[in-house]
């Protein structure tokens, strides 16, 4: 299973950018997918997820800017990131709950940059 992910780059803060991860190969079914973020000096950590039910929760830092949602049929998932900060300057890393048909296995985006200037 591969997840590639992509839609990042420079954007001015108040801008808004879309990110996309899709995964392909052996996938039964995805559980709870989500994105994460890893800004310098700093640990990864979540920005928003979202089960297969549909429920969804977000860091408080991004509530009410970002939107996290996602396309069973081509399981793919997206984060679209509007009014964005300076602070949100970072590395971006989707994630996703697989089941290949023996049990839960996490698999992880490669990363795509988000800048932010102010």
């Known amino acids: 299973v591969q997840l590639q992910a992509s839609g990042g780059g420079l954007v001015q803060a108040g801008g808004s950018l879309r990110l996309s991860c899709a995964a392909s190969g052996n996938i039964v079914s995805i559980t709870t997918v989500g994105w994460y973020r890893q800004a310098p000096g700093k640990q990864r950590e979540l920005v928003a997820r979202i089960t297969s039910g549909g429920v969804t929760n977000y860091a408080d830092s991004v509530k009410g800017r970002f939107t996290i949602s996602r396309d069973t049929a081509k399981n793919t998932v997206y984060l679209q990131m509007n009014s964005l900060k300076p602070e949100d300057t970072a590395v971006y890393y989707c994630?996703?709950?697989?089941?290949?048909?023996?049990?839960?296995?996490?698999?992880w985006g490669q990363g795509t940059q988000v800048t932010v200037s102010s």
């Open positions: 994630h996703m709950l697989v089941n290949r048909g023996l049990g839960l296995i996490d698999y």
